[in-house]
Nanobody, 120 residues
Framework: QVQLVESGGGLVQPGGSLRLSCAAS????????MDWYRQASGKQRELVATITRGGSTNYADSVKGRFTISRDNAKNTVYLQMNSLKPEDTAVYYCRALIATYYSGGGLYWGQGTQVTVSS
């Protein structure tokens, strides 16, 4: 089994910063792409940022210049540094990873989600 465990969410004021972490554990052979999604109340889940195993990144237009995705392959961990946070960034943030295990081919795994609330 593979688990993705997120941390770092919380309540911050507009203009503040948070750093989210998502660590994968289990019978992992390799991790390919890792992503961050978010879902605000009443809205569809949207892709925020992606990073390949080699470090190539892509961002949603709404977060470009404010968010940075990174990864530590030795720790099987992906991060999302969020700066200049806005109220519209309020959402549950989820990590996703394409992971190969010892017992199967590549598959998509999701974290449990962590709440980010930006409010005065």
């Amino acid at each position: 089994q593979v688990q993705l465990v997120e941390s770092g969410g919380g309540l911050v004021q507009p203009g503040g910063s948070l750093r989210l972490s998502c660590a994968a554990s289990g019978t992992i052979v390799s991790i390919n792409a890792m992503d961050w999604y978010r879902q605000a109340s009443g809205k569809q889940r949207e892709l925020v940022a992606t990073i390949t195993r080699g470090g190539s990144t892509n961002y949603a237009d709404s977060v470009k210049g404010r968010f940075t995705i990174s990864r530590d392959n030795a720790k099987n961990t992906v991060y999302l540094q969020m700066n200049s946070l806005k109220p519209e960034d309020t959402a549950v943030y989820y990590c996703r990873a394409l992971i190969a295990t010892y017992y199967s081919g590549g598959g998509l795994y999701w974290g449990q989600g962590t709440q980010v609330t930006v409010s005065s």
